[in-house]
């Protein structure tokens, strides 16, 4: 199902007159695709710079997809990490294999568009004056460096693993789908942001780098690595700017438990964590609406005991369009030169509606919903709807 239609013109205006800003100079025309249409935006290289990426940055090898491959008819990976039994705050980590990375999926040209409205402050769902781009896309001089490896990363593994859709010239990456260009390496790219907007045009997924700060080490979770750059367009129930320039503990501090029982395994982790490794985790939620960036919802912390002790009727719920389950897949890896630890955040989201077609799946979610501990139901903000989507899927578990 499309959640999302692909930019307008008053969208590709605002696009090309952001890249602009950033550096780059563009050509812009409408061309058609899949949804409608999308921007074509060719970006040309500037002279090149002193900077150029060495070391292991270049040594993921990862295969070329089978040779039919149609992202159009590649559909979304079923991400429902929860069992029906007692809910514990654990890391929850696997190993992947490098070919499970960085995915594209039959969402990819809606997802990437709806970024880019988000990114370029012209979303129709958020008020004009909201500044969605400063909360949502990081730079820092600390993350500069790091900024430049992971594009080169990034850029290298899709044309890599998706070189029907992804085709590199001596200086640009042609983006198939898209109908894009993009800078084949980070050299001759001046502004490391404009690095973080051209992936947003490459990746469906966010990415959050991290670095240890040896500027903060006689502060509180000071040895620990900080959010030094990233985008983080599709944040569920928080500012991401709040995140920005924190340590990890400072950045998983609403969740319940989290000092006490994940906190120094989390920083061991970071520590012992390897290039060449790709590391897994997932976690899922509901929430009563579809939005992707989620700044001032999602998260049930800031609730009083009033309002938690007020369900939401299950009249007032829209389950087939409006009530979404959202979960996030998160891999991990740690890069060579920089040593920068990067998480890659890719979001799924879809009606709660679309379980009818897995009613295993539904009945699951109902009994791990009835067994969340009273604190990680607030944080979830599951305590007021919960009632009313535990009745939904006991209906559509039992059809």
């Known amino acids: 199902m499309d959640f999302f239609n692909s930019l307008d013109l008053k969208d590709v205006g605002l696009v090309v007159a952001f890249l602009v800003l950033s550096g780059y100079l563009i050509k812009s025309n409408k061309a058609k695709s899949n949804d409608g249409g ?4 060719k970006i040309n290289i500037k002279e090149k710079s002193e900077f150029k990426t060495k070391g292991k940055s ?25 069992k029906d039994s007692e809910y514990k705050l654990t890391m929850g980590i696997k190993f992947l294999e490098a070919k499970d990375w960085l995915l594209i999926e039959d969402t990819y040209l809606d997802r990437i568009n709806e970024k880019t409205r988000i990114v370029t402050n012209s979303h129709p769902d958020y008020a004009p004056d909201k500044d969605l781009r400063r909360s949502t896309v990081f730079t820092s001089e600390e993350g500069n460096s790091a900024i430049r490896e992971f594009y080169d990363i990034v850029t290298k593994y899709m044309c890599d693993k998706y070189p029907m859709y992804f085709i590199k010239s001596e200086d640009q990456i042609y983006n198939k789908i898209t109908e894009e260009y993009i800078p084949a390496t980070s050299e001759g790219v001046d502004d490391p942001e404009s690095l ?26 000071g040895t620990e ?4 750059a990233g985008v983080f367009a599709f944040a569920a129930g928080f500012d991401p ?3 920005f320039n924190q ?34 985790r997932s976690n899922f939620s509901i929430q009563t609406h579809k939005k992707l960036y989620v700044d001032d919802a999602n998260k049930g912390y800031h609730l009083t005991q009033e309002e938690l002790d007020r369900p939401i009727p299950y009249e007032d719920l829209d389950f087939d369009n409006q009530v979404h389950y959202r979960s996030e897949r998160q891999v991990l890896i740690k890069m060579p030169k920089t040593k920068a630890t990067v998480f890659t955040i890719r979001t799924y989201l879809h009606p709660l509606s679309q379980l009818k077609e897995d009613p295993e799946v539904a009945a699951r979610l109902s009994g791990t919903l009835l067994k969340f501990p009273d604190d990680m139901a607030r944080y ?20």
Not at 38 to 41: A, G, I, L, P, R
Not at 225 to 228: E, G, I, Q, T
Request: proline share 9%; glycine share 2%.
């Open 196 to 221: 973080l907007i051209a992936l947003t045009r490459t990746i469906e997924e966010d990415f959050i780098i991290l670095l240890p700060d040896p500027t903060k080490k006689d502060e509180p979770y």
């Open 380 to 399: 979830k903000n599951i305590v007021q709807p919960r009632p009313a989507v535990l009745r939904y899927l006991s209906e559509i578990s039992k059809a």
């Open 241 to 243: 700017i709040e995140k």
């Open 225 to 228: 690595y900080f959010f030094k």
């Open 38 to 41: 999308s921007e074509k935006v």
């Open 247 to 280: 340590p990890l503990t400072c950045i998983h501090g609403p969740i319940p438990g989290y000092e006490e029982k994940l906190k120094t395994s989390m920083n061991r982790f970071f520590d012992r964590l390897k290039p060449g490794e790709f590391v897994s």
């Open 58 to 82: 270049d040594k993921i090898n990862v295969e070329a997809v089978r040779e039919d491959f149609d992202w159009l008819t590649e559909k979304p990976l079923k991400s429902y990490p929860f």
